[in-house]
């Protein structure tokens, strides 16, 4: 079913999803779809709360600012890729409450997940211990999203990398100790 919806919306984006469609596209009745979730805004939350349920682990460079850059150029691939499954999620969570609370609940895990970068930082000797390594990986992403998400500007090849350095920089001074 969570396959159905993922194409539905891959295809056609979060207005033309529906109910129906997703039952169509998932060849089963209706009712069995209102039934489990009674409206797209439960179908969305589940499907977040599977994508949060998958293992995943950021690239290991060697160097805190690969492993930025490399998190970033993900991002930013997930954002480009048509169609990109990443927008529409972030488009739904914005029209269903019950998306946007599994949304949150997604970005929370992933960022947990990325936190691995800033320990192997710490263990290289790269960061002090008392960096925060949300405020960090937060200003390690924020750029890309501001500029995929907000300003719908063209990715740049190198906006990744320069908001890997200008965090990492930004960390090495300080900026994000606790």
Do not use: C, K
Not at 4 to 15: F, M, N, R
Not at 81 to 107: D, G, K, T, V
Not at 145 to 164: E, F, I, K
């Amino acid at each position: 079913m969570l396959d159905a919806v993922i194409a539905e919306l891959a295809e056609h984006g979060y207005d033309a999803l529906s109910m129906d469609a997703v039952a169509a596209r998932a060849n089963v009745h209706r009712a069995t779809v209102y039934r489990r979730w009674h409206d797209v805004g439960g179908l969305l939350a589940d499907l977040f709360d599977a994508a949060g349920g998958r293992q995943w682990h950021p690239r290991d460079t060697g160097s805190l600012r690969g492993d930025l850059a490399a998190l970033n150029h993900e991002i930013q691939d997930s954002f480009t890729e048509e169609p990109s499954l990443a927008m529409a999620l972030i488009a739904a969570s914005f029209r269903s409450e019950e998306a946007a609370r599994a949304l949150r609940r997604l970005w929370d895990d992933r960022y947990t997940q990325s936190e691995i970068i800033v320990e192997r930082a710490i263990g290289r000797g790269e960061l002090p211990s008392e960096v925060d390594a949300r405020a960090l990986l937060i200003a390690a992403t924020a750029p890309i999203y501001h500029h995929l998400v907000l300003l719908r500007t063209p990715p740049g090849p190198h906006l990744p990398d320069l908001a890997a350095t200008s965090a990492a920089l930004a960390a090495d001074a300080g900026a994000f100790t606790r």
